[in-house]
C-alpha cells in the first residue's frame, strides 16, 4: 500500500510522540510496582544517636509492610550534611531516602557553602515525631521561676554561661531565640556532645536549653531546675513545669523528625511512602516506643510537611542571623 506524504508525516509523528513517552511509561510502571528492591534510609548522626533509632525504629515497620528491607545507613559528620547532600545527590527513584532531622533547616542557614538546598533538594514525605527541649538551670542560680531568672539576667548581662552542644546546634539556636525575643544578654559556651551536662551539672555553665528526654533523670534527681519547656504545649513528662511562650509570647522550639527523598522522586511513591509512615504512627507499637524516647506522634501529608519545613528555615534564618552564627 503506497502511502501519502500527509499519512507517512502523521504516522512518523506518532511513532516518535510514543517513543518519547516510553520512559515516562516505565518510570510510571515501576513507581506503580514500588518498591521491588530494598530501601535506603540515611542517617546523619551516628549508630546509637536518637536519628538513628528513629530510623530503624520506621524502618522495620514500612520492611513489614511494604514487602523490602528498609536498611538504615549511618553517615554520620558534619552535623548531618553529609547524609543529607548524599541524600540529595541520589536517583529520584524512592530508593534513597533521608531522616530529617531540625539540624536540617537550622544548616541551610549556619553553613555558607553546602553543596545543596534542604528545601530545593528534596521531597518532603513525612513527618514522624517532635520533641521538647526544657530549660534547666544550675542550682546556684538564685531563680526558682522563669519570670524571677529574666530579672536575675537582666542584672547580669553577659555573665551567665549558656550552655550548647555546638554552635549552630538546636540547644544553641534555642537559646539565640529566647535572648532575641527578651532581649537578655547570655554567654554562649559550646561543647561537644555529653560534654555540655558535665558542664552545667559542674556550674560551668548556668543554663541550657536542652532535650528533655536526655536530662529528665537529672532533673528529677535535683542535680538541675527546670524552669520551662519550649513546646507549645507542657510536657507530659513535666506536668507542672510551665512553657517558655507562657512568660515569653512566641517562644516556641521543639526538636522534630520526618522523611524526605531526593527532589522528583514520584509522586504516587510519596504518596505510598507517607501513607506507610502515617500507618506506623497509628500503631501503638511504635507510639509506645517514640513515647518512651520522649517523643510526640505528628504525622503529616507531604503539603503539610512541606509547609512545616519552609516555616522552620525561615524561622531559624531569622535567629541565625540575629545572633551572627556561622559554622565552617
Keep these: ?173 534555642a537559646g539565640e531565640l529566647f535572648m532575641m525575643l527578651t532581649g537578655i544578654n547570655l554567654f554562649h559556651v559550646p561543647y561537644r556532645g555529653a560534654q555540655m551536662s558535665t558542664a552545667v551539672i559542674s556550674g560551668q555553665v548556668q543554663v541550657v536549653f536542652a532535650p528533655l528526654t536526655s536530662y529528665i533523670e537529672l532533673i528529677k534527681a535535683g542535680a538541675l531546675r527546670a524552669v520551662a519547656v519550649t513546646t507549645a504545649a507542657r510536657a507530659p513528662a513535666l506536668p507542672d513545669v510551665p512553657t517558655v511562650a507562657d512568660v515569653v509570647p512566641g517562644y516556641e522550639v521543639s526538636g522534630w523528625y520526618g522523611v524526605v527523598a531526593p527532589r522528583n522522586t514520584p509522586a504516587n511513591v510519596v504518596d505510598m511512602l507517607n501513607n506507610a509512615v502515617k500507618a506506623g504512627l497509628a500503631d501503638s507499637k511504635i507510639t509506645t516506643q517514640l513515647a518512651s524516647m520522649g517523643n510526640a506522634v505528628d504525622a503529616s501529608s507531604p503539603a503539610d510537611f512541606a509547609k512545616f519545613i519552609a516555616d522552620e528555615t525561615e524561622k531559624w534564618g531569622k535567629v541565625v542571623r540575629f545572633a551572627g552564627i556561622k559554622v565552617e
Design 1 to 173: 500500500m503506497k502511502l501519502s506524504r500527509r499519512q507517512f508525516l502523521d504516522l512518523a509523528a506518532g511513532a516518535a510522540a510514543g517513543a518519547a513517552a516510553l520512559p515516562v511509561t516505565l518510570r510510571f510502571a515501576r513507581a506503580q510496582s514500588y518498591p521491588t528492591r530494598p530501601v535506603r534510609i540515611l542517617e546523619g548522626f551516628g549508630a546509637g544517636a536518637a536519628t538513628d533509632i528513629i530510623a530503624r525504629l520506621m524502618g522495620q515497620w514500612l520492611s513489614e509492610r511494604m514487602g523490602q528491607p528498609f536498611m538504615v545507613e549511618n553517615r554520620s559528620g558534619a552535623n548531618g550534611n553529609i547524609a543529607a547532600e548524599a541524600a540529595a545527590r541520589a536517583a529520584p527513584d524512592g530508593y534513597t531516602l533521608l531522616l530529617a532531622v531540625t539540624s536540617n533547616v537550622i544548616n541551610a542557614s549556619t553553613y555558607e557553602k553546602l553543596n545543596f538546598s534542604f528545601t530545593r533538594d528534596f521531597a518532603p514525605i513525612a513527618s514522624i515525631s517532635r520533641v521538647p527541649l526544657v530549660m534547666a538551670l544550675h542550682p546556684s542560680v538564685p531563680a526558682k521561676t522563669l519570670p524571677e531568672f529574666l530579672e536575675y539576667a537582666k542584672a547580669n548581662p553577659g555573665k551567665i554561661n549558656m550552655g550548647s552542644t555546638g554552635t549552630g546546634n538546636i540547644t544553641h539556636v
